[in-house]
């Protein structure tokens, strides 16, 4: 079993920057690979980032590359998303996700954890 619990969220500008953190617990983290996704009112889950469990390979939507930095400490148990150039349309809940698998990590339903998100608002 897995914990996940997202912080970071809040209400920025557009343009603006934020961090998103997700703490983990319970079985080794490193085993994980790490993914963000996001879902907008209305709208489904989509695929936002994803890193593989040593930390060397990511990976974008590619709404977000280029603005979006996914990392992790292993050594901490933490997962981060870096938000650039935030746009109206990057608001949504933003989960994290942890798949021990970790062979499709574009794919949500590939995930076995997932944490309660945390919400980002873009305003004008």
């Known amino acids: 079993q897995v914990q996940l619990v997202e912080s970071g969220g809040g209400l920025v500008q557009a343009g603006g920057s934020l961090r998103l953190s997700c703490a983990a617990s319970?079985?080794?983290?490193?085993?994980?690979?790490m993914g963000w996704f996001r879902q907008a009112p209305g709208k489904e889950r989509e695929f936002v980032a994803a890193?593989?469990?040593?930390?060397?390979?990511?990976y974008y939507a590619e709404s977000v590359k280029g603005r979006f930095t996914i990392s992790r400490d292993n050594a901490k148990n933490m997962a981060y998303l870096q938000m650039n150039s935030l746009k109206l349309e990057d608001t949504a809940a933003y989960y994290c996700?942890?798949?021990?698998?970790?062979?499709?990590?574009?794919?949500?339903?590939?995930?076995?954890?997932w944490g309660q998100g945390t919400q980002v608002t873009v305003s004008s």
């Open positions: 996700a942890a798949d021990l698998i970790a062979n499709r990590l574009r794919v949500g339903d590939e995930y076995d954890y």
């Open positions: 890193i593989t469990k040593s930390g060397l390979h990511v």
């Open positions: 319970g079985r080794t983290f490193s085993a994980y690979g």
